[in-house]
Structure formats: C-alpha cells, structure tokens
C-alpha cells in the first residue's frame, strides 16, 4: 500500500480513533501499527473477527480488560533474568491477568456463539496461583507482609523489639536532667539509617558518643550515645537481612512467571488480541459501521457510504470536545460533504469537510464491471473531493479489519494497492510547481502499480492549460484503465466529460444541486456529465453582480449553448431521480408489507403447531392416568377374585355345607363396583364431563361446505376455503388453518352427519368457553400449584383459538407461593409474550394480567 496514499486519505487519523478505545497499553501499542492487508483470507479473517466482537457487545458481553500504565516496563523486567520486580509492578501484573480471566469466563458464559473470541480465550493460559499469591503476599500499599515467609515474620519481630528498646534508650537522655539540657531539640531522629539524638553543637563532649553530622547552620550535631551503638548495630543489621528476605520473597514471586514464559507469552499475544477486536468493535459501534464483502469480480460498491472523519462522534473522539450547536439551514449551507479547500477548512480539518461539524450526507459510489472508470463532475463545494476520499478511505478500512460507515450490500474488492493524487504539494526549494509535483506523482502510482489497485485522481490534469490539462487527463485515465485498474476520478473539464460520456467502460455522476438556489444537494445522480455552476456559485459566493455579467458575456454562443444543453440534461435526470426514489418507497412498502403478511402466516402455523402439541401432551398424558386406574382396577378385580375363591373352597371344604361356592350377590358386588370404578375413569379422563363420541369420518376428498374434522385435533367445522395445500375451517364462528392432508370428510354439504364411533375411551375438545373462561378471567385460588398450573395451561390454550390477547388470572395474595409459580410457568409459556401485575383498584398483587402472542 502507498504510504503517500494512507497520508493523503487520512488513513492514520482513522487509527488515532480506533486506538483511543483499546484498554491497554499493549493492544494501543498493535494498532498504532495496523496497516492495510492486501490478503484476501487475512483480511477477511480481520472483518469476521471484528464482526464477532460487535454481535458480542451487542448481545451485553464485557471486555474487563484493564493494565497499567507502565506494563510494557514490567514485562521487559521479567527478560531480564535475577532482576525480582517491583511490589507495585507485581500488583499492576496481577490485576491485568486477573482482567484477562474475567474476560475469559464472561467469553466462556456468552449465549451465543462466538468462534474467535473463543479461541482466544482458550489460548490464554490461567495464572490463578500466581495472582494468589502475588495478593496473599503483598498488601495494596505495595509493601511486603509479615506473613509472606516465616523467615520475615521471625526478622521483624527482632526488628520491632530492637527498635523499642533502641527508642526507649534515647528516650531516657530526653527524660534525663542532667542530660536533656545538652539537646537542641527534644526529639529521637534517624540519620543514615541509625537512630540519633540533637546535640547542640557547644555541648558535643557532654555526651559521648558518635556523631553522624551537623545541622546546615551548623548550630546542631546528631550524636548517637555510646550506650546505643550496639543495639542500633544490631538494628542495622536485621534491616538488612528484611531486605534480603524482602528481595528473596519477591524474586520468587517473579520467578513464577519466568518459569512459564511460553504460557505468559501466549497469554499476551491472545489479551493484545482480544483488546484489538474490541477496540474495532467499539469503533465500529460509534460510525454503524457494517461488514462489507470482498468480492473476486473487480466490483466497488459503496452505498450510503459516509465519511468516517466527517462523523460527529468521530470528530468529538479525536478532538475531545464537542462540536457547537447550529441549525438546519446552517446545516445545508456548510454541509459537510460540501467541497471546500482544505486551506479554507482550517488545520486538521479533511479537504471537503466544513469547518462546522454536521453528520455527513450519505452517497452512493458504485463502479461495477464492466465499467472500470468513474468520472465525477460537479459544482464547485458539492463533495466531489469528499465522494473520492470515502472511497479510498473506506477501502483502507476494510482491508485492516475495520467495518465501514455504510450501509448493508456494500461491497469491495482486496486491492494490492491503492494510490491518490489528492492536494497541492508544491516546494519551492525542490523545484515542484502545483503541476510538476502531480505528474511526478502520477509517474510514481505508474511505476507502483500491482493489480488489483484503486486509483484517485482530484481535478486530474489542474495546475494548467485547460485544454491540454484535459487531454491529458483523458489520457492519463485511459492508460491506468488500459493496466486494469478501478479509477475514480474528479473534473471539471468539459473534455474529461465528453470521454465520460462516449467511451465504454466509463462511467459518469454528478453531485445534484438545487435549481432555485444552487445550493448542493449532496446527492451522487449517475448518468449525468454535471454542469461546473462556477459563475453561480461564485454569485451564491458573494461574487459582485457586475463580475458576473461581464463574465457572461466573455462566454462564448458554443460555451453557452453547451451550459444550456446539460442544464435540460440536468433536470431531466433530476426528474428521473425523483421518479425513481418514489417507486423504490413504493417497493420498499410493499416488501413491508409482505414481510409482515408472511410473519403473521408463520406466526398462526406456530400457534397451530403449539396448540396441536400441547393439546396431544395432554390427551397422552390423561391417557397415562386412564390406564393406570384401569390397571389398579383390573388388579383389585383379581384381588378380590382370588380371596372369593379362597372362601369358595374353604366353604366346600366343609362336608355339611350345601349351597352355592361363590353367591350371585357376592360376584355382582364385585362387577358393581369394578364398572363404577371404571366409569370414575372415564370421567376423569374427560375433565369431568361426559364423555361424548368423536365425529365419525367417511371416505372422499372435502370440497368447500363440507362437514370436515381435523386431525390430530379432534375439532370439527365447515370448509371455508381452499388455497392449494392449506385450507381454512370454519369452527364455532372462529377460522383455523390446516393442511388438506390433515382434514378427514364427516359429511357432504347439506348432508345428515350421523356421527357415532364406538370406543372404550372417547377424546371431545371444546372451543366453547365455559364459566369464568369466557369473561377472559381463571380463578385459581384455592389450587395446588400443580392444579393451577394445569388449569391454566388448558386456559391459554382455549382463549388463544377465540383470539382474544389479554386474560386474567386470579390467584389471591396468600403465601405468595402460587403467584411465583405461575410467574415462572408464564416466563417460558411459547404463547405468552408477557404478564404483569393488576392495578391496585382491580386486583393489585391477587391478579395477573397476562398478555398473549399476536
């Protein structure tokens, strides 16, 4: 990639913003040196990886990375090998690892699925026991604790009894009479390292002792008594062994990184890493960035690209401050797309962005095969030169990993170079005029030039006679389109319009503007050479009137015949432009619609879907219950069989006994109470009710007015209609749609439909609400969780058929044991979009309004 290139885009301001969100010193440190890959798989990788961290922040994933300051000093420490580190850089150490795992396991708890944050949180290795002991050893303070060795705990206890005794020494010549009058000052001092007292400097022989030096004015002397020197020998020395001890405690501490210097190392490379993608995701939360794709087809496509420099919050991350307040006229007028000369915008400011900070107009840059050539024409101030900085910049961009201020679609090739010839670097002491310092650029982009590449030409052959500064634009552009380069360029020459417009392979757009005012619009209208407007923009300027005219009149009839020519041009483009925006809202609604009409038929197939399988669950699991009464009946039937025809035999075993074994009223009873058994069953098996046969089906196909029955459900109703597969079934005023597959023939339109079936157990649905069903409200109060669980899963399941969206359930305030319940059934109930709780005057806490799915 041209350095030259990178410069004259701002590619490196584009950086500064990325790095100011990275949250270590080690990921800034990366991206101060990320540069545009011209792989199409790395690059790729970089977008994907970008990617992931955005759909990671968006669903509320943390990055708790954090270092400090002076890291990189510490890890260079750690090469140096003996040297221990210092307790507060130990400290810094092990927060940054401690950050580093809490990233891991937040990566590790994510919902979703996030492959290269993944990867990079198992690459890390753990350092649990070395940040333990680092914290178990030294306090916050940055000091040594007592209890980091039995060694160091033996040595400061001496220590400490050394210097009480020491002190309580000094202290006596303080408390003394005959010596505290020799003292300057009542006061136990430290010098060099050894406790002293203040002598006055007359009276240093009353004393004896050593003395360690003077006061500045000499007036004082610290004297350290005879008497003490021992002791403060003796405390010398066990100092020394504390920082030895200290010095051995803390080399151990570093040498437990130094022995796992690969996993350290590891571990950096996957936090550098990590800080990366969340420093891009972030930044490319702040422009609404998107993903582009790369494509193999030479194709650039660029849509509602914005600058990213021109950004408000871009502007305010760079520069700290926010921008000021203005209106929207203000606005249009100094929009920032508009092309000002970066010498009128002020320093820092991108050529063709105002000095006013506005959000930029979004524009359409497309350059698709076959065309390789794009011309953009224009007024002066419409964004001609902003338009071809987007899209270099943007291209930069994509190919660092960074996602771009555009819209979705969007699309750009993996060039191996891009080059611009943007600006005026004219010097005087190197012998290069305006003109001079272009061709020698472009000679420069000539000899560089790799395929695939992107190159940018502002006002391309300026700086010189028009007419040969046009002919040799033409010329220029034609050899990098002969090479097989993307070329965009920007002209006002009439020449570069004319090839734009009668050569293959060439495409050409102006930036609109409005006839009345000749304001810029800001809008990139394709298929239009453009008119320049100089002398109308000059008068919107500010130019005098009489300048004006007389410029008028030095235009020739050809000149002005020209001007009149693309003024129609203009119009009529701008017409078709209008035409188009309103049948692509046309479209856009009707797609809306569309999507909407296919959400709600998805929506009703899972409601038909959910119902179907809770109303099966249910009939299975009545079913279990069914045939476990029948077995305990059919059990208790054998029981009793068996004792009756025990006593049977017992009876017959007697010689005087002469009637029946077993009697008729003994083995009635038995069968009475087996068939009521049976019967109590039945009845729970239909929720209570009276068990009624299902309709009986016939064989035929159903035609619309049929009698049919729906499979699966049990419920019968009329045909209402057909569409192909599915058909819809009037049942009780309320439509269901089914599968015709599904649907079985009961009787034909205007037919009797004897439905009878014979059955041990019989299953009937009903869509008729009963009770308090039917008011929308279920009163449960009084129930087992179980029972009201159950009974409000049957509700849901009957009010979602009458669609209606809000019911009530009644649970009272008790021990607030059903309430819970019921709230973490609703939670997770497929139809249930939400509950909350009753207003105070209808219910308040006793009552739960739930709402249903639409």
Same mark, same amino acid.
């Given at each position: *990639?041209? =350095?030259?290139?990178?410069?004259?885009?701002?590619?490196?301001?584009?950086?500064?913003?990325? $790095?100011?969100?990275?949250?270590?010193?080690?990921?800034?440190? =990366?991206?101060?040196?990320?540069?545009?890959?011209?792989?199409?798989?790395?690059?790729?990788?970089?977008?994907?990886?970008?990617?992931?961290?955005?759909?990671?922040?968006?669903?509320?994933?943390?990055?708790?990375?954090?270092? &400090?300051?002076?890291?990189?000093?510490?890890?260079?420490?750690?090469?140096?090998?003996?040297?221990?580190?210092?307790?507060?850089?130990?400290?810094?150490?092990?927060?940054?690892?401690?950050?580093?795992?809490?990233?891991?396991?937040?990566?590790?708890?994510?919902?979703?699925?996030?492959?290269?944050?993944?990867?990079?949180?198992?690459?890390?290795?753990?350092?649990?026991? @070395?940040?333990?002991?680092?914290?178990?050893?030294?306090?916050?303070?940055?000091?040594?604790?007592?209890? %980091?060795?039995?060694?160091?705990?033996?040595?400061?206890?001496?220590?400490?009894?050394?210097?009480?005794?020491?002190?309580?020494?000094?202290?006596?010549?303080?408390?003394?009479?005959?010596?505290?009058?020799?003292?300057?000052?009542?006061?136990?001092?430290?010098? +060099?390292?050894?406790?002293?007292?203040?002598?006055?400097?007359?009276?240093?022989?009353?004393?004896?002792?050593?003395?360690?030096?003077?006061?500045?004015? !000499?007036?004082?002397?610290?004297?350290?008594?005879?008497?003490?020197?021992?002791?403060? +020998?003796?405390?010398?020395?066990?100092?020394?062994?504390?920082?030895a001890e200290v010095r051995r405690i803390l080399l151990?501490?570093?040498?437990?990184?130094?022995?796992?210097?690969?996993?350290?190392?590891?571990?950096? @490379?996957?936090?550098?890493?990590?800080?990366?993608?969340?420093?891009?995701?972030?930044?490319?939360?702040?422009? !609404?960035?998107?993903?582009?794709?790369?494509?193999?087809?030479?194709?650039?496509?660029?849509?509602?690209?914005?600058?990213?420099?021109?950004?408000?919050?871009?502007?305010?991350?760079?520069?700290?401050?926010?921008?000021?307040?203005?209106? %929207?006229?203000?606005?249009? @007028?100094?929009? &920032?797309?508009?092309?000002?000369?970066?010498?009128?915008a002020g320093p820092g400011v991108p050529r063709g962005?105002?000095?006013?900070?506005?959000?930029?107009?979004?524009?359409?840059?497309?350059?698709?095969?076959?065309?390789?050539?794009?011309?953009?024409?224009?007024? +002066?101030?419409?964004?001609?030169?902003?338009?071809?900085?987007? %899209?270099?910049?943007?291209?930069?961009?994509?190919?660092?990993?960074?996602?771009?201020?555009?819209?979705?679609?969007?699309?750009?090739? /993996?060039?191996?170079?891009?080059?611009?010839?943007?600006?005026?670097?004219?010097?005087?002491?190197?012998?290069?005029?305006?003109?001079?310092?272009?061709?020698? +650029?472009?000679?420069?982009?000539?000899? *560089?030039?790799?395929? &695939?590449?992107?190159?940018?030409? #502002?006002?391309? !052959?300026?700086?010189? #006679?028009?007419?040969?500064?046009?002919?040799?634009?033409?010329?220029?552009?034609?050899?990098?389109?002969? $090479?097989?380069?993307?070329?965009?360029?920007?002209?006002?020459?009439?020449?570069?319009?004319?090839?734009?417009?009668?050569?293959?392979?060439?495409?050409?757009?102006?930036? !609109?503007?409005?006839?009345?005012?000749?304001?810029?619009?800001?809008?990139?209208?394709?298929?239009?050479?453009?008119?320049?407007?100089?002398?109308?923009?000059?008068?919107?300027?500010?130019?005098?009137?009489?300048?004006?005219?007389?410029?008028?009149?030095?235009?020739?009839?050809?000149?002005?015949?020209?001007?009149?020519?693309?003024?129609?041009?203009?119009?009529?483009?701008?017409?078709?432009?209008?035409?188009?925006?309103?049948?692509?809202?046309?479209?856009?609604?009707?797609?809306?619609?569309?999507?909407?009409?296919?959400?709600?038929?998805?929506?009703?197939?899972?409601?038909?879907?959910?119902?179907?399988?809770?109303?099966?669950?249910?009939?299975?699991?009545?079913?279990?219950?069914?045939?476990?009464?029948?077995?305990?009946?059919?059990?208790?039937?054998?029981?009793?069989?068996?004792?009756?025809?025990?006593?049977? @035999?017992?009876?017959?075993?007697?010689?005087?006994?002469?009637?029946?074994?077993?009697?008729?009223?003994?083995?009635?009873?038995?069968?009475?109470?087996?068939?009521?058994?049976?019967?109590?069953?039945?009845?729970?098996?239909?929720?209570?009710?009276?068990?009624?046969?299902?309709?009986?089906?016939?064989?035929?196909?159903?035609?619309?007015? #049929?009698?049919?029955?729906?499979?699966?459900?049990?419920?019968?109703?009329?045909?209402?209609?057909?569409?192909?597969?599915?058909?819809?079934?009037?049942?009780?005023?309320?439509?269901?749609?089914?599968?015709?597959?599904?649907?079985?023939?009961?009787?034909?339109?205007?037919?009797?439909?004897?439905?009878?079936?014979?059955?041990?157990?019989?299953?009937? /649905?009903?869509?008729?609400?009963?009770?308090?069903?039917?008011?929308?409200?279920?009163?449960?109060?009084?129930?087992?969780?179980?029972?009201?669980?159950?009974?409000?899963?049957?509700?849901?399941?009957?009010?979602?058929?009458?669609?209606?969206?809000?019911?009530?359930?009644?649970?009272?305030?008790?021990?607030?044991?059903?309430?819970?319940?019921?709230?973490?059934?609703?939670?997770?109930?497929?139809?249930?979009?939400?509950?909350?709780?009753?207003?105070?005057?209808?219910?308040?806490?006793?009552?739960?309004?739930?709402?249903?799915?639409?």
């Open positions: *990639m041209q =350095r030259a290139a990178q410069h004259a885009l701002e590619f490196h301001r584009i950086v500064e913003a990325v $790095r100011s969100f990275a949250a270590t010193p080690l990921g800034r440190d =990366r991206l101060g040196s990320l540069r545009p890959q011209s792989d199409p798989r790395r690059v790729s990788q970089w977008l994907g990886a970008t990617t992931e961290g955005v759909r990671y922040l968006a669903d509320g994933g943390p990055f708790p990375l954090q270092a &400090p300051g002076d890291i990189d000093a510490t890890l260079s420490a750690l090469a140096i090998e003996g040297r221990p580190l210092e307790p507060l850089r130990l400290l810094g150490l092990a927060d940054f690892l401690s950050s580093l795992e809490e990233t891991r396991a937040a990566i590790r708890r994510a919902a979703g699925s996030y492959v290269y944050l993944a990867s990079l949180a198992e690459m890390a290795a753990s350092f649990k026991t @070395e940040v333990g002991d680092i914290r178990e050893k030294i306090d916050a303070g940055g000091d040594v604790q007592d209890h %980091a060795s039995g060694e160091l705990r033996s040595i400061r206890d001496r220590l400490r009894k050394q210097r009480a005794r020491l002190r309580g020494m000094l202290e006596s010549y303080l408390r003394g009479r005959e010596t505290a009058r020799y003292l300057q000052d009542q006061i136990v001092t430290d010098r +060099n390292g050894r406790y002293v007292l203040v002598v006055r400097a007359e009276h240093r022989a009353a004393i004896p002792g050593i003395i360690h030096g003077s006061s500045a004015s !000499g007036a004082s002397l610290y004297l350290e008594p005879l008497s003490t020197v021992e002791i403060n +020998n003796d405390v010398v020395a066990l100092e020394e062994q504390e920082a151990a501490l570093t040498d437990a990184f130094r022995r796992r210097a690969l996993d350290l190392q590891r571990t950096l @490379e996957a936090a550098t890493e990590l800080d990366v993608v969340q420093a891009k995701a972030r930044f490319s939360q702040l422009i !609404g960035g998107v993903e582009p794709a790369m494509t193999n087809d030479g194709g650039l496509e660029l849509r509602s690209a914005r600058h990213p420099l021109l950004i408000r919050a871009v502007t305010e991350r760079l520069t700290g401050a926010a921008a000021p307040d203005f209106d %929207a006229d203000d606005a249009r @007028e100094s929009a &920032p797309t508009a092309g000002v000369d970066a010498r009128q962005q105002a000095p006013r900070a506005a959000e930029p107009v979004p524009v359409d840059i497309l350059l698709a095969p076959p065309a390789s050539v794009l011309i953009i024409t224009g007024p +002066n101030t419409g964004g001609k030169t902003v338009a071809l900085k987007t %899209a270099g910049l943007l291209a930069l961009m994509a190919q660092s990993g960074l996602h771009v201020p555009a819209a979705p679609g969007s699309r750009l090739p /993996v060039f191996r170079g891009v080059f611009a010839d943007i600006g005026d670097e004219q010097s005087i002491a190197a012998n290069l005029s305006t003109f001079s310092w272009h061709v020698t +650029n472009i000679v420069a982009m000539d000899r *560089m030039l790799s395929l &695939p590449a992107l190159v940018l030409f #502002d006002e391309l !052959g300026s700086g010189t #006679d028009p007419a040969e500064g046009g002919a040799l634009a033409i010329a220029v552009v034609d050899h990098f389109k002969s $090479r097989g380069a993307l070329v965009i360029c920007t002209s006002h020459s009439e020449a570069v319009k004319t090839y734009a417009t009668t050569t293959a392979g060439v495409t050409v757009a102006a930036f !609109g503007f409005d006839p009345a005012s000749f304001a810029p619009s800001y809008r990139l209208v394709y298929g239009s050479p453009g008119r320049s407007l100089a002398l109308e923009i000059a008068g919107r300027l500010g130019l005098a009137a009489p300048v004006l005219a007389r410029a008028r009149q030095n235009m020739n009839a050809r000149d002005a015949q020209l001007a009149e020519h693309l003024a129609r041009i203009d119009q009529g483009l701008n017409d078709l432009e209008h035409d188009r925006r309103l049948v692509a809202r046309e479209r856009q609604a009707l797609a809306e619609s569309e999507s909407r009409l296919r959400q709600r038929d998805e929506t009703l197939r899972e409601r038909e879907e959910v119902f179907r399988r809770k109303t099966e669950e249910r009939l299975d699991e009545r079913l279990r219950d069914a045939r476990r009464e029948i077995d305990k009946v059919i059990d208790d039937l054998k029981k009793k069989a068996t004792e009756m025809t025990e006593e049977a @035999e017992r009876r017959l075993s007697k010689r005087s006994f002469t009637g029946p074994a077993i009697s008729t009223g003994d083995a009635g009873a038995a069968r009475l109470e087996a068939h009521k058994a049976l019967e109590q069953a039945a009845t729970r098996f239909h929720g209570g009710e009276t068990p009624r046969p299902s309709p009986a089906t016939t064989e035929g196909t159903p035609a619309v007015g #049929d009698r049919v029955v729906v499979a699966g459900l049990g419920l019968e109703g009329i045909l209402a209609t057909l569409h192909g597969d599915e058909a819809e079934v009037d049942i009780h005023g309320k439509r269901l749609r089914a599968r015709v597959a599904d649907l079985r023939l009961a009787a034909r339109a205007g037919a009797a439909a004897a439905q009878k079936v014979e059955s041990r157990v019989s299953v009937n /649905v009903s869509l008729r609400p009963r009770g308090e069903d039917a008011a929308g409200d279920l009163n449960v109060i009084g129930c087992t969780v179980d029972e009201a669980l159950s009974r409000t899963a049957r509700f849901l399941d009957e009010t979602i058929l009458l669609e209606q969206r809000t019911v009530r359930i009644i649970h009272g305030y008790g021990t607030g044991q059903l309430r819970r319940a019921l709230a973490e059934y609703l939670r997770s109930h497929p139809l249930v979009s939400g509950y909350q709780q009753e207003a105070p005057e209808k219910g308040g806490g006793g009552v739960t309004v739930v709402e249903l799915k639409e």
